[in-house]
T-cell receptor, first 112, second 112 residues
Framework: GAGVSQSPSNKVTEKGKDVELRCDPI?????LYWYRQRLGQGLEFLIY????????KSGLPSDRFSAERTGESVSTLTIQRTQQEDSAVYLC??????????FGSGTRLTVV | GESVGLHLPTLSVQEGDNSIINCAYS??????FIWYKQESGKGPQFIID?????DKRQGQRVTVLLNKTVKHLSLQIAATQPGDSAVYFC???????????FGTGTLLAVQP
C-alpha cells in the first residue's frame, strides 16, 4: 500500500481481555517499530524489528505484551489480560532503513 | 519500556512570528536526529533530519540546529502559520542499537 496501515483504528475492550493490534508496513520496509503514546504524552518505545534479525524487545513493559513479525510482512502486537493502564494509542512505524520512518495513524485502545 | 514524555510544554506564538522549539537528547552516541510533527488524531510526520557531522540544516521554512557539546537540538519555523499548530517531537538514533527514541514533545499553538 501507499502508507503504513494499522487496524483496528479504535478498540474498546473489557479489562482482562486479550487484544491484538495489526500493522501492515509499506512494501519493502525492513524496519518496523511499535510505540505507545498515552494521552498528552510522548512516544514510548516498545519493540523494534529489523529484517530477520532478533527483535529488540527491551521496551515491552511487561510479559503481557508480545509482538511478532515474519520477515518483512505484517506485525501483530498482542496485549494479554488488558488493564486500564494499557489505554493508549499504539503507533507503528516502518522504514526501508533505520533512518527513514513512516508512521501509521495508530490504534486507539480503551480498556474499560 | 523506555519512558519518554511528561506533561507537554506549550509554546504559543503569533501567526507570522518565528518559532523555536528546543529538545535535549540523551545519548551522546546518537548520530542521527529527526524532528516530527504530530497533528491531533494522526501519527507523527517527518519534518527534517540532521546527522551528527552537521550542526545546521535548512528545509522549507524550517531549520534544525544541533549542538553536540550540550546535546541540544532545536527546530526553527519561520513565519509560523496556523497549520503549524501541532505537537513537535525530536527523535534520536544510533549507538549500539538502532532504536529511535523520542524526546518530550512540545505543543505549538499558533494564535491568529
Amino acid at each position: 500500500g501507499a502508507g503504513v496501515s494499522q487496524s483496528p483504528s479504535n478498540k474498546v475492550t473489557e479489562k482482562g481481555k486479550d487484544v491484538e493490534l495489526r500493522c501492515d508496513p509499506i512494501s519493502g520496509h525492513t524496519a518496523l517499530y511499535w510505540y505507545r503514546q498515552r494521552l498528552g504524552q510522548g512516544l514510548e518505545f516498545l519493540i523494534y524489528f529489523q529484517g530477520n534479525s532478533a527483535p529488540d524487545k527491551s521496551g515491552l513493559p511487561s510479559d503481557r505484551f508480545s509482538a511478532e513479525r515474519t520477515g518483512e510482512s505484517v506485525s501483530t502486537l498482542t496485549i494479554q489480560r488488558t488493564q486500564q493502564e494499557d489505554s493508549a494509542v499504539y503507533l507503528c512505524a516502518t522504514g526501508p532503513k533505520r533512518q527513514t520512518f513512516t508512521f501509521g495513524s495508530g490504534t486507539r485502545l480503551t480498556v474499560v | 519500556g523506555e519512558s519518554v514524555g511528561l506533561h507537554l510544554p506549550t509554546l504559543s506564538v503569533q501567526e507570522g512570528d518565528n518559532s523555536i522549539i528546543n529538545c535535549a537528547y540523551s545519548n551522546s552516541a546518537s548520530d542521527y536526529f529527526i524532528w516530527y510533527k504530530q497533528e491531533s488524531g494522526k501519527g507523527p510526520q517527518f519534518i527534517i533530519d540532521i546527522r551528527s557531522n552537521m550542526d545546521k540544516r535548512q528545509g522549507q521554512r524550517v531549520t534544525v540546529l544541533l549542538n553536540k557539546t550540550v546535546k541540544h537540538l532545536s527546530l526553527q519555523i519561520a513565519a509560523t502559520q496556523p497549520g503549524d499548530s501541532a505537537v513537535y517531537f525530536c527523535a534520536e538514533t544510533g549507538g549500539a542499537t538502532n532504536k529511535l527514541i523520542f524526546g518530550t514533545g512540545t505543543l505549538l499553538a499558533v494564535q491568529p
